[in-house]
């Protein structure tokens, strides 16, 4: 496996620590993870882990606790490289400050996520949720999403100033960032509509979901999927896939299917990592009926299948991913399989008070 993060002063392979993990640990269960993990191995978490934890913060819950677990693992928070436009690359930043300090460095600037959050609607919407929220509704909730993440970056020049930087160069700066928002917006602008009226044109009269249109539609039945087993599950469901006349007639590979061609609305000009891919991967398989998470429409579950694509796409950059979620696990195996991502997916259980994996 290719590096991809540098290895020169640390070679623990880096393991990704699943939610759920830490969210047992909290518990007192599966404590035996925690003796001497850190001395062969590197537990980390991402921005997904920070923004669970603060869901069950606002929850009512308390964010200490898990912040905690990962203190005791030793964790490093491990986070996707973007550029000066917002666009991921295909490396990953490494940081081993305390999970507290990043915490509370993610709850305080939260804009990101929101439009991250944001374009997710379509989707919830596609899955039969968000019944009270109109196609019109979401494209403004995305536009102001937008706006709202670039005025955060005109908010720390109004600080140069009192570093002694003249005047006239923060002013030029600002109209040269200014212009390259405006230029920005009307590109998003123009992809958010057209999101939408792809989205519009899947829907029928019936009161169906698009999830449920599209697995009629199929012949797909998750009863059936669930019997697939290990190697090549991706390929096997794909056989079902074009048992459909329709499917079995068109020029729709299954890479496009599974959407591992596809780019990004959000960033058309650049083509998507391999953590991207296992992101659509997982999506479709979910959608097919592999292995499906339950409730896909109510919006907590919703939540939490999204945040799930998440670890396991920031799982592509670890040598492996711990999980103590079946379905998880089923469907990651199956993506990285499919992708021919090296990563290992451990399912971890406990067993007579003893940690397997």
Same mark, same amino acid.
């Given at each position: 496996m290719l590096p991809r993060y540098s290895e020169l002063d640390d070679a623990r392979p880096l393991v990704y620590i699943d939610q759920n993990v830490i969210d047992a640990l909290r518990k007192q269960k599966l404590l035996g993870i925690i003796p001497n993990f850190h001395k062969d191995f590197r537990a980390v978490y991402s921005d997904e882990t920070l923004k669970e934890i603060k869901r069950?913060? *606002?929850g009512g819950g308390d964010a200490k606790p898990f912040l905690q677990v990962l203190c005791e693992l030793d964790a490093y928070h491990i986070r996707r490289v973007t550029d000066s436009n917002f666009v991921p690359q295909n490396e990953i930043l490494i940081r081993s400050?305390?999970?507290?300090?990043?915490? &509370?460095? $993610?709850?305080n600037n939260l804009n990101l996520e929101y439009l991250i959050e944001s374009q997710t609607l379509i989707n919830q919407k596609m899955m039969g949720g968000l019944p009270d929220m109109s196609l019109t509704e979401i494209e403004m909730h995305l536009v102001n999403a937008f706006e709202r993440l670039h005025d955060d970056i005109l908010k720390p020049l109004d600080d140069l100033g009192e &570093?002694?930087?003249?005047?006239?160069?923060?002013? +030029?700066? #600002? #109209? +040269?960032?200014?212009? !390259?928002?405006?230029?920005?917006?009307?590109?998003? #602008?123009r992809l958010v509509k057209q999101s939408i009226a792809a989205f519009q044109t899947q829907v029928d009269s019936s009161e169906l979901s698009i999830l449920l249109q599209f697995r009629e539609n199929l012949n797909v039945n998750p009863l059936r999927l669930n !019997?697939?087993?290990?190697p090549n599950v991706v390929e096997q469901i794909w056989q079902e896939v074009i048992k459909n006349e329709v499917m079995a007639n068109s020029e729709v590979t299954i890479e496009q299917f599974f959407g591992v061609t596809e780019k990004s609305p959000a960033f058309p000009e650049h083509d998507n990592a391999p953590s991207d891919h296992v992101i659509g991967v997982y999506q479709i398989l979910n959608m097919v009926g592999? $292995?499906?998470?339950?409730?896909?429409? &109510?919006? +907590?579950?919703?939540?939490?299948?999204?945040? *799930?694509?998440?670890?396991?796409?920031?799982?592509? $950059?670890c040598s492996a991913i711990m999980s103590c979620d079946d379905r998880f696990v089923k469907k990651t195996s199956a993506a990285y399989e499919f992708l021919n991502i090296p990563t290992h997916v451990l399912h971890v259980v406990e067993e007579n008070k003893k940690v397997a994996c």
């Open positions: 069950a913060a *606002d400050l305390s999970p507290f300090q990043l915490y &509370d460095e $993610y709850a &570093d002694g930087l003249p005047q006239a160069f923060i002013d +030029n700066l #600002k #109209k +040269n960032i200014e212009s !390259n928002q405006e230029e920005q917006l009307t590109k998003f #602008k !019997n697939i087993t290990p592999y $292995y499906p998470d339950k409730k896909p429409h &109510d919006s +907590n579950s919703f939540v939490s299948t999204s945040s *799930d694509m998440m670890h396991a796409s920031m799982g592509y $950059y």
